[in-house]
Structure formats: structure tokens, C-alpha cells
């Protein structure tokens, strides 16, 4: 079955340290990606899809098949990157746009 | 382009009262996600619509809830004789919906309350 877990609920760092939210996927085939971010009080929204191989506000994830990872990094953490993160797969064939999303991990920096 | 919008923002309800949340897709977008967020839990998928149809329903309850998406104005999710663990927030998502172009963008969501 496919799924998405993201196994922290909270992950918290001071300003500066290097941040890593873990994500693993069971998915038969080859997936589709994505990392979404809520900020407080604002809707979801997409950061970064694995097959643009962008970095969006320093933010980077590479998929590992062989792990089935998608862990998002990112070397130096801000303040403003306090926010919830979902990691999301396909739901059924990738061509239809449904996703699934892992539970969400929130991410505290302090100053 | 205003994004996609959802309505109302906060809704309270009884026990047993019907509660209607609506969502109007990004300009251009033909296809409708919605997703419940229980407390301290993911978005889970409920049900997918393009105009006038529904494509995927699987993860709608099986009873109370119904979905549409009307060829004119905005989708509707409709829940009957709501129970205190309908207590959500409730988010709509649009797309292209064409191959390739999976990114969906979400409205603000709307977050029931059952008293």
C-alpha cells in the first residue's frame, strides 16, 4: 500500500544549526515527490518537488530509492522556517493528481 | 488570480445539523481535492471531482458525506447529521489535472466545530 510516514511530530533547532525532516515512502514504481509547508495562519503550499531538483528558500531533498527516503534539508535553519511540513506521494497512478500526505512535522527554531 | 477559496472560514455546528463548506477553484483549474485534517493528525484524502463528476471517492465516510462539483459554481462538501468527531479542518485543493502537472494549490481551509 502506499504511504507516506514522516516520523517527527516536532523537530526543534536554534538559528543556524542544520535541519533535517525525514520522510519515508512505500510506493510501487517510480514516485512523484513533494515537500509542502504551512506557515502560521497561511494555507499549504507547494516548497519543492523532487523531479524540478530545485532549492526553494534553501531547502533541498533528494530522493533515495534505495532508502525510500525524501528527507528535506537545509544547512543553516531561520527563524522563518518555523513552520508545519508535509512530505506528500501520489495517490494511485501519478497521473491524476490525488496525493497522499505523511502526519506533518512542525518545526520550531529558536532564536 | 485570488487562489482557491473556501467558505466560510470557521463554522460552528450542533449535533445532527447539516454543515455545507464550499470551495471555488484557481481560475482554469477543472479539478477538486478535498482533505481532512483531524487534531494531531496528516491531511487525509476524502474525495477527488472534476466538473460534474466524481473520480475518486474512496476516502469519504460512507455515510452523511457527499461531494459535488456543479459545471457552474464552486464544489460543495456536505455533511449530514454531523457527530462531534467531524470536528475538523476541512481543505480544498485545485489543479490543472493534466499529466504532469500535479501541483495542487490549497485554499485556507475550513475548520468545523461540532458542539
Known amino acids: 500500500a502506499q504511504r507516506v510516514t514522516q516520523p517527527e511530530k516536532l523537530l526543534s533547532v536554534f538559528k543556524g544549526a542544520p535541519v533535517e525532516l525525514k520522510c519515508n515512502y512505500s510506493?510501487?514504481?517510480?514516485?512523484?515527490l513533494f515537500w509542502y509547508v504551512q506557515y502560521s495562519r497561511q494555507r499549504l503550499q507547494l516548497l519543492l518537488r523532487?523531479?524540478s531538483r530545485e532549492s526553494i528558500k534553501g531547502f533541498t531533498a533528494d530522493l533515495n530509492k534505495g532508502e525510500t527516503s525524501f528527507h528535506l534539508k537545509k544547512p543553516f535553519a531561520q527563524e522563518e522556517d518555523s513552520a508545519m511540513y508535509y512530505c506528500?506521494?501520489?495517490?494511485?497512478?501519478?497521473?491524476?493528481?490525488?496525493?497522499?500526505f505523511g502526519q506533518g512535522t512542525t518545526l520550531q527554531v529558536k532564536p | 488570480n485570488a487562489g482557491v477559496m473556501q467558505n466560510p472560514r470557521h463554522l460552528v455546528r450542533r449535533r445532527g445539523q447539516e454543515a455545507r463548506l464550499r470551495c471555488s477553484p484557481m481560475?482554469?483549474?477543472?479539478?477538486v481535492y478535498w482533505y481532512r485534517q483531524l487534531p494531531e493528525e496528516g491531511l487525509k484524502f476524502m474525495v477527488y471531482?472534476?466538473?460534474?463528476?466524481?473520480?475518486?471517492e474512496s476516502g469519504m465516510p460512507k455515510e452523511r458525506f457527499s461531494a459535488e462539483f456543479p459545471k457552474e459554481g464552486p464544489s460543495i462538501l456536505r455533511i449530514q447529521q454531523v457527530v462531534r468527531g467531524d470536528s475538523a479542518a476541512y481543505f480544498c485543493?485545485?489543479?490543472?489535472?493534466?499529466?504532469?502537472?500535479?501541483?495542487?494549490?490549497f485554499g485556507p481551509g475550513t475548520r468545523l466545530t461540532v458542539l
Open positions: 485543493a485545485s489543479s490543472h489535472g493534466l499529466a504532469g502537472a500535479n501541483e495542487q494549490f
Open positions: 510506493y510501487s514504481g517510480s514516485p512523484e
Open positions: 523532487h523531479i
Open positions: 506528500a506521494i501520489p495517490r494511485g497512478s501519478s497521473n491524476t493528481g490525488k496525493l497522499i
Open positions: 481560475k482554469g483549474h477543472s479539478h
Open positions: 471531482l472534476q466538473k460534474e463528476n466524481i473520480i475518486d
